[in-house]
Every structure is written in C-alpha cells, then in structure tokens.
C-alpha cells in the first residue's frame, strides 16, 4: 500500500516536510523502507527541495525501529533483501545532499535512532516518556559496525561503547547532554523549532555545506559500501541463529506482555 510516508514540500522555502505514518509505531518493515526511500529520492532529485525535516505522524513514536516481524520466522533470502534495504535507508540518509533535520517528537530506539543520527541536526520534543538510544543488545543482537560508526560519529567513542554495549535508552534530558539530540523543545514547538533552525542550515551556499559534509562523513560511508556483500552476509548468517531468533521471539512476547 502507499501512503505511510506523507511528503509536504513548500515550494517557498525550498523545504519539505516528511512524516512517518507507518501506524502503530513506525516500524520500519520492508514495503515501508521502501516507499520511505523513494519519497527520499523524489526530494533528492528535485531542485526546488533544499531541506528535508523528517518527523513521525505517529502519536508518541518517531520510530520503533526496524519491524521485528521482518527479522523473525523468514526465509535468508527474505532477510537478505530486507538487509539490503536497511544498508540502502542508511547510504541515502546519510549522504543526502539536502539539509536534514529529525524532529524527534517520540520515542525513537535502535533503527528509529539511527534515523535520527544519520540528518544533520536533532531536535527532540522534552517528554519525559520518550527516549532514545541504540538499545540492540537488550533484544539479544548488535548494531552493525556502520550503525556503530553512525554513533561514534554523533557522541564520540566512550560515550558510544557504553551506550551499545548496555543496549542504553537515554531520556531527552540525557540524550542532549552527551550530545545525541541537539536540542530540547517544549513538544509543541518542536515543527517550528525544526523549521527555524532550517533556514540558519539554508543560509550557507549548498555547494560549500555539500562538500563540506560529504568529506565528514565518506570515509563512513566507503566502509559500508566496500563491505556491503559481508555484511549482508553477516546478518543473515547471525539472524538465522536458533539462538538468535529465541531471543528475538522472548522480546516480542515480553513487549506483548508489558502491555497486558
Ligand atoms: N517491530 C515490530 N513490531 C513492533 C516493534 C518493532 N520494532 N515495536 C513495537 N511493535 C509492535 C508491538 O509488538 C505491538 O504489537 P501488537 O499491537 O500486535 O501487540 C505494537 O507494535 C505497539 O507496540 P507497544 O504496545 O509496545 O506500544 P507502546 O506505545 O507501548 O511502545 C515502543 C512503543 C516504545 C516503540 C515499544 O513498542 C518498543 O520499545 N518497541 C521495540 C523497539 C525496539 O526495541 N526496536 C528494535 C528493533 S531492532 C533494530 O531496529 C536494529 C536491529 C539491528 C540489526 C542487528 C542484527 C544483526
């Protein structure tokens, strides 16, 4: 179906607004990388789009992460064009050439986070319910090396080796202070928050903000793409794992569960 990604570009300003409505929770499932991608790519090849604020229509949710569902009781080669699709999400996000801003008006785990890490700036709405962080050895699995990378590009290498080994969720408070989000607004100021820190990114010449931003983040991306088929490789190899799908089933049934 079609639909879960509504795009809204301001043909004055030269910005776009992307919200996420892949209800309940914005996970991110293989059809909804999908669209989300080619929405991307339609911003990306239009000229009059400069800026892109990626938010969530989703009460309460940025993004649960990457569907669950997508990583459990399917075939390799499922899994293998499902990882392809996450690496693909990654690589666009991250070398956009618009300015990217997440405005995080939920909470945000594991994939949802990485979202995040990938746009240029972060602004979270200061709800104390929400949080955000690269939680995968909760669930039993670890972040990739290219999930990894993304991290210690944001917050540095201490703050991430603590942040993934202990599978860390951290408040927004806590998330702006080790530098994860930028900033904290009040959730209703959040759109228009995004909005003005849009036109500070817009008022330096695209060209210069380009290069400038490709330079900091290529040799990030050439690690992925020389290792791109291994690392394919490697998640279907470690997904496939008795062990592994045991974990993930156990964390589907206590989020169930915590639900009663
Ligand atoms: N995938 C699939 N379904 C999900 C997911 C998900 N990530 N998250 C939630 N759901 C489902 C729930 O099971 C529930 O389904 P149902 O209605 O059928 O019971 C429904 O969505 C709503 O969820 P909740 O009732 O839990 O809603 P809440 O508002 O209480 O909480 C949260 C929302 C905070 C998002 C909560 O659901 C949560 O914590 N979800 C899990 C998030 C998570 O841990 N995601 C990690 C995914 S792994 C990942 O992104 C990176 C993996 C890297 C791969 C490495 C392998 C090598």
Redesign the pocket.
Known sequence: GHGRVAVELDSSTGVAVMKMENL??N???LDFLTEFLISLEKLENDRGCRGVILTSGAP??FS????????YGKSAEHYAEFWKA?QEMWLRLYQSNMVTIAAING?S????C?MAVCCDYRIMAENPKY?IG???T??G????FW?KDTMVNTIGNRATERSLELGLLYSPPEAHKIGLVDQLVPEEKIQSTAAAVMSQWLAIPDHARQITKSMMRKPTVDRLLAHRESDIQ??VS??TKDS?QKSLQM??EM??Q??G
Do not use: T
Not at 64 to 71: H, K, P, R, V, Y
């Open positions: 309940p929770v996970s991110l499932s309460k949710i649960a992460g990457l569907d669950i569902m997508e990583m996450v909470s785990p594991a994939g949802g990485l949080s690269l939680n995968e909760q669930l699995i670890v972040a990739p999930f490697n998640f470690f997904i592994i964390y589907m989020l169930k915590r639900r």
